[in-house]
């Protein structure tokens, strides 16, 4: 796992930096009075030691087989619309309101990633806003966004 | 007042109707969480938090601890049905589990699994009863650098058993130690990398981060690719083992209960390495070793025993230390800091209550699962066909809708989906992930317990070898470290893995 590893690494080393560099502007302190600075100083420390050895070890090991990163080729497409589904809802919730949000979230995920029918989708989509809507905003009594429509 | 008298004082708060119901809606989901594969009980739990903001904090505990001890027992039914494990403490069951249904005795090794899953729980509970008192009057002659050098050790055990590189184990938990820095410091009150964001002040939200690392990044893996599972179709009937059964499932069972009781008290995935140790040490012990994996009782019955009685095991060092030993207990620990229970070793004193309340609560709930298990096979069978394209979108509403009820705050719903991303990038790059939990749960309070050791002996920090009680939590760390890189115990690892 020579590539994961050397990822890995370089992103461990740019938290280890992050958090050594950050912790002088928050007071270290010393041993006998640490500072809020004193652990995100020693922790980034050893963690920007531990990904350079780690980095070392990913570069100096020869060969090695590279799985490929997604098992299927269109494996992807799910995962990045999956993602941008739910980034989308954040910013929707707002101006579109909790109702309508969830309908359009449900639906656009049972029809397009895991190809479904339309029906299958709008069924699954108003289904689970109604129960949801039910359970949380009936039961619960927890205040959503509305959105533009008032609901 | 003595154990009965406590235990008679649980028992009237756990037989309020309330909290039956809620005791009955844990182990129902619990149960359903372990069948439904893609959804484990760390995640079931992490969903639920939002909920159990609404609910008072004894019923919150019983109901969440209904979900991990259910989990264990729904989790046998698809490992012996559709041969998927529905969480990892079942993947054991699955070999020979299966094999039985394969030969139409699908009924018994349903059967065994929950009374093997009874039998360990009940036990189970039992001794946490006698175990958790006398270990809660031990740990209050703690101090801060015992406490420090407790949870270094108890991150160290989580680091050595859970996989192949401890250099890469040993980064995520910095990582977590990291992590649990930002925001303000309690000490001097300065702000630490929360860059101005109001919602970081108190730190990384609990929820979001575990709902995203579990719940997001576990459904980002699934929907890569279509699963196609087949179930075994012929009808299940017969669940009640033979006398036969019985006779050769006896003996593993109790030896399951016991191995996986002591297993579950040490910090580690112990539902999981106890179902491998009692398969192992079953087929170590038995005159006909050639039978496992061929549809043999004798491997359904103790691993599924020893994985509930370690489930009950891992509670102990939660009520006692306040130490979490695996992640799902991490996750349980959040629960009830959210309701200002802070356990420890002034626990079981200052709320007995809740204590003795859960613990009658579990004994309830497993008699509520043997009930419920049984009859109830056709209609989980059913549930495992419901499609997984309905189901994620479900879950991911749940998650997303569960984070903004916490404080109606969007941040805390980006919060979630980063580290969603986050945890599913450390599943491909497979960078374990319950270090990092154990050390985002246990950093702020590791942090101000070695700032107050460090303080209290004016910067010296040998203190943390000169005290006794530290320098064996030290001692016991630092042979693990060392041992680890011995190149034997390094391949002992990577099988474990």
Request: with cysteine; charged share 10%.
């Amino acid at each position: 796992m020579k590539r994961n590893d050397l990822i890995g690494g370089l992103f461990f080393l740019g938290v280890g930096l992050l958090f050594t560099l950050y912790s002088h502007r928050v007071e270290i302190g010393t041993w006998d009075e640490p500072g809020p600075g004193f652990l995100p100083f020693w922790a980034g420390m050893v963690v920007i030691g531990m990904s350079v050895l780690l980095i070392g070890k990913s570069l100096s090991r020869g060969g090695g087989t590279t799985e490929a990163f997604f098992p299927q080729s269109d494996s992807w497409k799910r995962v990045v619309f999956t993602l941008l589904a739910l980034v989308g809802y954040n910013f929707l919730l707002k101006p579109l309101g909790f109702v309508l949000v969830t309908f359009f979230f449900v639906g656009f995920l049972v029809k397009f990633i895991f190809p479904g029918s339309w029906k299958k989708a709008f069924i699954a989509a108003l289904l689970s806003t109604v129960s949801v809507r039910l359970i949380f905003v009936n039961l619960l009594e927890i205040n959503f966004p509305k959105g533009f429509l008032g609901f | 007042m003595d154990i009965l008298g406590y235990l008679i004082q649980g028992a009237q708060i756990a037989f309020q109707p309330m909290n039956l119901l809620f005791c009955f809606v844990g182990v129902l989901m619990g149960t359903l969480v372990g069948i439904l594969p893609g959804l484990g009980p760390t995640a079931a739990i992490a969903l639920l938090l939002p909920v159990s903001y609404h609910i008072p904090p004894v019923s919150t505990i019983i109901m969440l601890a209904g979900i991990y001890y259910g989990a264990m027992y729904g989790g046998s039914t698809t490992s012996i049905l559709v041969n998927i494990p529905g969480e990892a403490a079942s993947v054991i069951t699955c070999i020979d589990g299966h094999q039985m249904a394969k030969k139409g005795r699908a009924g018994p090794a349903l059967g065994i699994a929950a009374f093997g899953s009874f039998i360990a729980g009940t036990i189970g509970v039992i001794g946490i009863m006698l175990v958790a008192p006398p270990m809660a009057k031990f740990a209050l002659a703690f101090g801060p650098a015992e406490y420090f050098a407790l949870m270094l050790m108890g991150i160290v055990i989580i680091i050595y058993m859970s996989s192949g590189s401890i250099l890469k184990d040993f980064l995520t938990a910095l990582f977590g130690l990291l992590l649990g820095t930002i925001g303000m410091d309690t000490i001097s009150g300065t702000q630490r990398l929360t860059f101005g964001v109001l919602e970081l002040t108190d730190g990384i939200g609990f929820i979001p981060a575990v709902m995203g690392l579990f719940g997001i990044s576990e459904i980002l893996i699934n929907v890569e690719q279509v699963v196609l599972t087949t179930l075994v179709t012929e009808k299940v009937k017969g669940l009640l083992p033979n006398l036969n059964d019985w006779k050769e499932s006896f003996w593993p069972m109790i030896r399951g209960t016991v191995l996986g009781f002591f297993i579950g008290v040490l910090p580690g995935p112990a539902p999981v390495i106890s179902t491998y140790s009692s398969y192992a040490m079953e087929k170590k012990l038995s005159k006909t070793p050639e039978k496992f994996g061929t549809g043999y009782i004798v491997g359904v019955a103790g691993p599924e025993a020893a994985n509930n009685a370690a489930s009950s095991g891992a509670m102990i060092p939660l009520f006692t230390l306040g130490i979490p030993s695996n992640s799902v207990i991490a996750v349980l620990l959040g629960a009830f800091m959210i309701h200002g229970l802070q356990p420890g070793p002034m626990f079981i004193s200052k709320y007995p209550d809740v204590f003795w309340a859960t613990i009658v609560s579990m004994y309830l709930g497993n008699v509520m699962l043997l009930i419920l298990n049984l009859p109830l096979i056709p209609l989980w069978v059913k549930m495992l066909k419901v499609p997984y394209a309905i189901l994620f979108p479900l879950i991911l509403v749940f998650c997303l809708i569960g984070v903004y009820s916490l404080n109606f705050s969007q941040v805390e719903i980006g919060l979630m989906i980063g580290f969603g991303v986050l945890g599913y990038m450390m599943r491909k790059f497979k960078f374990e992930m319950p270090p990092l939990i154990l050390a985002l749960v246990l950093g702020p309070m590791m942090e101000s317990n070695l700032r107050l050791s460090l303080l209290l002996s004016q910067g010296d920090p040998t203190v943390f070898v000169r005290r006794p009680i530290s320098a064996v939590f030290i001692l016991v760390s630092a042979m693990l470290i060392v041992s680890s890189l011995i190149p034997g115990i390094q391949k002992r690892r990577a099988r474990l893995k």
